[in-house]
């Protein structure tokens, strides 16, 4: 069974930094490198949106509010993929969530870790 957890929330003043990390386990490094995975986030009494994706060939796409400031990345040996935010808003605060997607019968979400932007 795949699962993937996210790390690396916190609480971070606004212009600050995190990287938040996910990590997947039950499957090795060369199929997890054929998953897209992607960044999502959810803040209070909103629906969850899109943050920023990478695909199996590397092919990125951000969200307009985050483009910039946040960088998605994978690093396939490692079975891990990073969202380095900077310059942190408070309207960046929310949960954020890593999604593994290889099929629409394969799609695996992790439990969240919360993101506060705050002084």
């Known amino acids: 069974q795949v699962q993937v957890v996210e790390s690396g929330g916190g609480l971070v003043q606004p212009g600050g930094s995190l990287r938040l990390s996910c990590a997947a386990s039950?499957?090795?490094?060369?199929?997890?490198?054929?998953?897209?995975m992607g960044w999502y986030r959810q803040a209070p009494g909103k629906q969850r949106e899109l943050v920023a994706t990478?695909?199996?060939?590397?092919?990125?796409v951000y969200a307009d509010s985050v483009k910039g400031r946040f960088t998605i990345s994978r690093d396939n040996a490692k079975i891990t993929v990073y969202l380095q935010m900077n310059s942190l808003k408070p309207e960046d605060t929310a949960v954020y969530y890593c999604?593994?997607?290889?099929?629409?019968?394969?799609?695996?979400w992790g439990q969240g870790t919360q993101v506060t932007v705050s002084s």
């Open positions: 999604r593994a997607y290889l099929t629409a019968a394969r799609v695996y």
């Open positions: 039950g499957i090795s490094g060369s199929i997890f490198s054929i998953y897209n």
């Open positions: 990478i695909t199996n060939a590397d092919s990125i």
